[in-house]
């Protein structure tokens, strides 16, 4: 792995010399080398990792211990977030600078969402509850009036409401419909840990959710009603979920000894897909929008993979010995 590779330095010179780029999407990972250390609880490589079209994982911003995600202003592809243990980094500059732009009292951050209207407006989810910027991220004050339980993991913006958000929580799901003001419960699913929260795209009436032992939701109405989904895993504890973005039918989850299970047919019939891969343990998930049907399923310290047949076959695709938090894709200015 690269720590700082030509691919930057090459896109970086393109962009002085000629202007900005159009944004393309580039697949993340926050990820830290765990299974490399010894004798040390911290990880000396750990961070946000572009994958380069050569196969290459190249570092990108700093380099930080328990990075969860990173995100990217709809509106402004120059603007970055990093979600961290620490605290909120944010970069004006498509990633050339960096500066943490919260104090103590945010920390154990694990997504952040941007407006894609009102740059300005940003939400975060972390250990210690809600927190929303209205100056885009320069300050920022809770968000947590509503919720009775804070710890959250998970979060969601409409982007067709964007005053909309669901988040999930040590409590269950909430539904907030004044920008993060007030939240309410959604009942249909369990008060249980809500791990990740993932939306359709082609089809954006289509919501996942996965679970800390009560499995998968699926919503097929804007999140507005949940029913449970892939009845073999309704006792798993279940870290990854991914809905493709061309295909809304198209779904995937994950999760710690259950491996990849994947449905063709939006979440009514489910087929274990994680023969071909080291090991059950599965992180992260996340369709392709480059590559038509290619799902990327990161494993526990032993690479990430991915399919091109919906998980039959899997091939390497690099960071072994990994601890992913989170991956996607960002759209870039490289």
């Known amino acids: 792995m690269k720590t700082l590779s030509s691919f930057i330095l090459a896109a970086l010179t393109l962009v002085a010399q000629t202007g900005k780029t159009a944004p393309s999407p ?74 943490l732009v919260t104090d103590w009292k945010v920390s154990d951050v694990a997504a952040i969402v ?13 250990g210690w509850g809600l927190w929303k910027s209205v100056d885009g991220g320069d300050t920022w004050k809770p968000a947590d009036n509503g919720l009775t339980e804070t710890f959250s993991k998970t979060l969601l913006l409409d982007a067709i409401e964007p005053e909309r958000l669901l988040v999930g929580t040590a409590g269950g799901l909430y539904v907030s419909i004044d920008g993060a003001e007030t939240w ?3 009942t249909d699913v369990p008060s249980t840990h809500i791990l990740r929260l993932r939306r359709g795209v082609a089809d954006p009436k289509v919501w996942l959710a996965v679970t800390e032992g009560h499995g998968a939701w699926i919503s097929h109405d804007d999140g507005t009603t949940w029913t449970s989904t892939a009845p073999s895993l309704d006792d798993a504890n ?39 891969l080291p090991t059950p343990n599965v992180f992260s998930l996340a369709f392709d929008p480059t590559s038509p049907g290619r799902l990327w399923a990161s494993t526990f310290e032993e690479g990430t993979f991915y399919s091109d047949d919906f998980g039959k076959t899997w091939i390497e695709g690099g960071l072994v010995g990994a601890l992913v938090n989170d991956s996607g894709f960002i759209n870039l200015n490289l």
């Open 26 to 99: 580039h697949l993340f990972a926050a990820a830290a080398m765990t299974k490399a250390q010894k004798n040390s609880s911290i990880p000396t490589d750990s961070g946000i990792f572009l994958r380069t079209d050569d196969g290459e994982w190249v570092a990108f911003g700093p380099k930080i211990q328990a990075v969860s995600s990173a995100t990217v202003d709809p509106s402004n592809p120059g603007i970055i977030f990093l979600a961290c243990g620490n605290g909120i980094i944010r970069s004006r500059d498509g990633g050339v600078s960096w500066r």
């Open 114 to 126: 941007i407006d894609p209207i009102d740059g300005n407006r940003v939400y975060a989810s972390t």
């Open 184 to 186: 309410s419960r959604i």
């Open 238 to 276: 279940l870290y990854g979920a991914a809905v493709d973005p061309i295909d809304s039918l198209h779904l995937a989850v994950a999760g710690w000894g259950v491996g990849t299970w994947v449905s063709a047919d939006g979440g009514s019939t489910w087929f274990d897909r994680t023969a071909g």
